[in-house]
């Protein structure tokens, strides 16, 4: 099955760019999610990809995508304080449209 | 719209209890999914359905059973609980492509 891979933790300064990168196994993924949980919430979808695409940009938030490599990206510009949660990775796509998460990276952001 | 919403929000049950968590969405999505989150880890999908009166297995299905007998809801059973399903679960939705979640319920067993 697919094996999604994400970096645990990651901590910036309020105004600094955040990147969270993951890598994922499965190279037939149509979509590529970003979801972003705060504590005790559910997930909030954030932005996706289509496997067609190298880049997304959504005001604040640049997704890349290298297929090649099986790599995924998000940029946050301009982190907040308000932007501190987990974030999570997840392809889908086939029947069904199943998704595999990763793990899910917490950002913390410092002011 | 009410989007996707679950009862409970919270329960606590004894080993060998069983007990149905209900999903509902008002979205008249296609697909539906159950899923658990486990302290530190990403999601993982238990069963999910494409359509009104059909189930499929997830990645993690043992010791489930679901039910998809009205378009709008979905249903997840655990039949004779077990500490190992102490979790916190997750319902989504999807119209074909993007799962819309719900606010989730937190289950824990004795």
């Known amino acids: 099955g697919e094996d999604v891979e994400q970096s645990l933790f990651l901590s910036v300064r309020e105004g600094d760019s955040s990147v969270i990168n993951c890598t994922y196994t499965?190279?037939?993924?149509?979509?590529l999610y970003w979801y972003k949980q705060e504590p005790g919430a559910g997930l909030q979808l954030l932005t996706y990809i289509f496997s067609n695409m190298d880049m997304k940009q959504d005001q604040r938030l640049t997704v890349l995508l290298n297929k090649k490599d099986k790599h995924l990206s998000l940029r946050i510009a301009d982190t907040q304080t308000g932007d501190s949660a987990i974030y999570f990775c997840a392809p889908g796509g086939g029947a069904g449209n199943m998704l595999t998460f990763g793990g899910g990276t917490r950002l913390m952001v410092k002011p | 719209n009410a989007g996707v919403t679950q009862t409970p929000k919270f329960r606590v049950l004894k080993t060998g209890q069983s007990m149905t968590l209900l999903c509902a969405q008002d979205m008249n999505h296609e697909y539906m999914y159950w899923y658990r989150q486990d302290p530190g880890m990403g999601l993982r999908l238990i069963h999910y359905s494409v359509g009104e009166g059909t189930t499929a297995k997830g990645e993690v299905p043992d010791g489930y059973n679901v039910s998809r007998l009205k378009k709008q809801n979905f249903l997840l059973g655990l039949e004779s609980a077990a500490p190992s399903q102490t979790s916190v679960y997750f319902c989504?939705?999807?119209?074909?492509?993007?799962?819309?979640f719900g606010p989730g319920t937190r289950l824990t067993v004795l």
């Open positions: 499965d190279s037939s993924s149509t979509y």
């Open positions: 989504a939705s999807s119209p074909s492509d993007t799962q819309y």
